[in-house]
């Protein structure tokens, strides 16, 4: 039961085109219009915007009605979905909500300890992994099934991603972990930020080694620094993250006013050489509460104006 009708992103990046994504934090609070003022910031430079999933541990508008508040707007979502807070029956229920709305992306995540957020005493169910919900969704699309064995009516119709983080320890296991999630079968793949764009790149060479980039769409991911402040935490208490020092030097040696423009400066340059990367199929453009950012990396960056599919 192949998908029938296939997302705008899964579109354009069957159709070879650099697809560009980006990502948008949901309120804490239940009014929509944080969520649309910041799609509406972005929607004509981007092909989808991803919803986060109670990003960091921390209680947000759900990810899913979210989505659905962009579906309205004539913007094409990404559900994120942790599997953290929800069990199997949960989850294949919201994958199902989603369907009912015709979102067609999803991105699967294992999610943030709880201990990072606001409700370290909740509970942490990871009654499946990531991995396992990338099977979850490709074995309800395909084989029309739930996990318990009966038949959906109606499957969901969804473009299966995950996330990939090339940096963190023991990077050895970096490629053989994506090459479990392309067995799983997952179809498009985005990044952690980069900014050590050497050890990107090999992280790429070992993916091409296998093969992979072949299997799966893998999208660049980008974050512009505010501030040399910014990168300085990034490197020293992100875990998982790599800002090497000669980035952080550099974001320090301008004018505090002008750090901002030069965090941008070296996100459109990490994108330009990116584009030269062969297997990389396009860039996950994560402006962290600075959305408003988006349209000018994308327009310097040449990624401007976006397909029609």
Not at 68 to 95: T, W, Y
Not at 128 to 151: N, Y
Not at 191 to 205: G, P, R, S, V
Not at 285 to 307: D, T
Request: charged fraction near 25%; aromatic fraction near 6%; proline fraction near 6%.
């Amino acid at each position: 039961m192949k998908t029938k009708t296939p997302s705008k992103l899964e579109k354009i990046l069957a159709a070879g085109n650099l697809a560009v994504t980006s990502e948008c934090g949901p309120p804490r609070g239940s009014d929509p219009e944080a969520i649309t003022k910041k799609a509406e910031m972005i929607k004509d430079h981007v092909d989808a915007i991803n919803i986060t999933d109670n990003q960091t541990s921390v209680v947000r508008l759900s990810s899913l009605a979210s989505c659905i508040h962009l579906k309205l707007m004539g913007v094409e979502p990404i559900l994120q979905m942790v599997v953290r807070d929800r069990n199997r029956i949960a989850l294949q229920s919201d994958i199902l909500g989603a369907a009912s709305f015709d979102i067609h992306n999803i991105l699967c995540l294992s999610g943030d300890h709880q201990q990072f957020g606001d409700s370290a005493q909740g509970q942490n169910v990871f009654d499946i992994d990531s991995m396992q919900l990338i099977q979850t969704v490709r074995h309800m699309r395909d084989e029309g099934k739930f996990l318990g064995g009966d038949d959906i009516k109606r499957p969901p119709n969804m473009f299966v991603g995950a996330a990939a983080n090339p940096f963190a320890d023991p990077f050895e296991i970096r490629t053989p972990r994506l090459a479990k999630k392309v067995a799983a079968g997952v179809e498009f793949i985005q990044t952690q930020c980069i900014y050590n764009l050497d050890k990107f790149e090999l992280w790429m060479q070992q993916a091409r080694d296998r093969g992979l980039h072949e299997k799966t769409y893998i999208m660049a991911g980008v974050t512009p620094f505010k501030s040399a402040g910014m990168a300085k935490y990034m490197k020293n208490r992100v875990p998982g993250m790599d800002v090497p020092d000669e980035v952080v030097k550099r974001m320090a040696g301008v004018p505090k006013e002008k750090q901002a423009e030069e965090g941008i400066d070296i996100c459109v340059e990490t994108i330009e050489r990116l584009k030269e990367c062969e297997g990389v199929s396009g860039f996950h453009i994560m402006a962290i509460e600075w959305e408003e950012k988006v349209p000018g990396i994308v327009e310097r960056s040449g990624l401007y104006p976006r397909p029609e599919v």
